[in-house]
């Protein structure tokens, strides 16, 4: 049978937030892994020393079939695409290119090269707006923004794409991640995120005037949004393990969500900013986003029954710290 440490992973988008929190999980694990990345969002200083760079774009097969070829690549997790939910709705065939059209390309190479294992990076997004409490893998999926749309076709791609040819996937629907490495190596550095514990802690170190709350009317115990944070860390650590599953049954393919199965509000999470950082950051009130859920939180049960996931930042205070230090040493970075 084949070891998992035998098996060689390119990340897509390695350089980017989530990704470069993957290939660190990776190489901790003492797996092979290779990087390619057009650095658009993504950042050098991301990539570990000793992890091959490959700057490109994903959608070029020839330099796909060359890194394919070069690393003997077995696996890929990808993680290379646009998230921005409002822009998508502005920008919907770019999302479409970027997201759906370009990770075709990359199927297809990976198929083409004889690759075996594919891990996705999905999005609740997927679920749109749900009517229950915690969402389920078998929720409906109904998207309400290009964005979500995007990522299930990626879905409904691999799936159809497993059913033909030999290689099995694994979709990861995650809910709202944070966080950044505890031990300082990467985390979040995109300028101008719109993730709500980046931009408080930018708001806490005086690098924004304020944070916006987008709606303080709807249905929940403070009126502000609920989600589900998940650290980022501990996402990576679930990748890991589901390329492990996927190895180990080469023809079964999982789709999971990724989160703790608890929410907090956005009046929740500031307050924990101001514990966390003793300083109190000053809040705007603003109008509802289109779109927006009241309350998204994840049934995180089939992926603690499957993977032998334990997750080890389950704590709001601890992901906003991580989150702080981070935003610190980007200070010094930059």
């Known amino acids: 049978m084949t070891k998992p440490a035998d098996v060689p992973v390119l990340v897509t988008g390695g350089a980017g ?4 929190h993957a290939v660190l999980a990776l190489k901790d694990a003492g797996r092979k892994v290779a990087v390619i990345d057009n650095l658009t969002t993504g950042f050098r200083f991301a990539i570990p020393d000793g992890v091959p760079l490959y700057e490109g774009d994903i959608e070029d097969q020839a330099l796909l079939a060359r890194i394919f ?12 695409g646009s998230i921005v939910v409002p822009e998508s709705v502005e920008k919907p065939l770019f999302y479409y290119h970027n ?16 690759v075996r294992h594919f891990i996705f990076s999905s999005t609740a997004a997927t679920y749109g707006i749900p009517d229950v409490a915690a969402v389920t893998e078998d929720t409906p999926k109904v998207p309400i923004n290009p964005y979500g749309w995007s990522k299930l076709m990626t879905e409904q791609m691999l799936a159809d794409t497993s059913a033909a040819h030999p290689i099995n996937h694994c979709a990861l629907r995650y809910f709202n991640v944070a966080g950044a490495d505890p031990l300082g190596r990467t985390g979040q550095s995109t300028a101008g995120a719109t993730h709500l514990i980046k931009v408080a802690v930018e708001a ?15 249905d929940t115990p403070d009126g502000t949004g609920v989600r589900d944070y998940i650290h980022v860390s501990d996402l990576a650590a679930a990748h890991v393990l589901a390329l492990d599953a996927l190895i180990a049954e080469p023809a079964r393919s999982l789709t999971m969500n990724c989160g703790y199965g608890r929410g907090f509000s956005v009046m929740e999470v500031l307050d924990a900013v101001d514990r966390v950082t003793n300083r109190t950051i000053e809040r705007v009130m603003a109008p ?46 930059r």
């Open 99 to 114: 997201n759906t059209v370009k990770s075709r390309a990359l199927i297809e190479a990976a198929v083409v090269a004889g």
């Open 17 to 20: 937030y989530i990704g470069s």
């Open 204 to 218: 806490a170190l005086g690098k924004r005037e304020s944070v916006s709350v987008f709606g303080t009317d709807f």
């Open 288 to 333: 509802r986003r289109a779109g927006d859920p009241a309350s998204l939180i994840s049934d995180p049960s089939r992926i603690r029954a499957t993977l032998p996931w334990q997750p080890q930042h389950a704590d709001l205070d601890t992901i906003i710290a991580h989150a702080l230090q981070w935003e610190r040493k980007l200070t010094e970075l």
């Open 69 to 80: 070829a070069e690393q003997q690549i077995g696996a890929v997790m990808h993680f290379a």
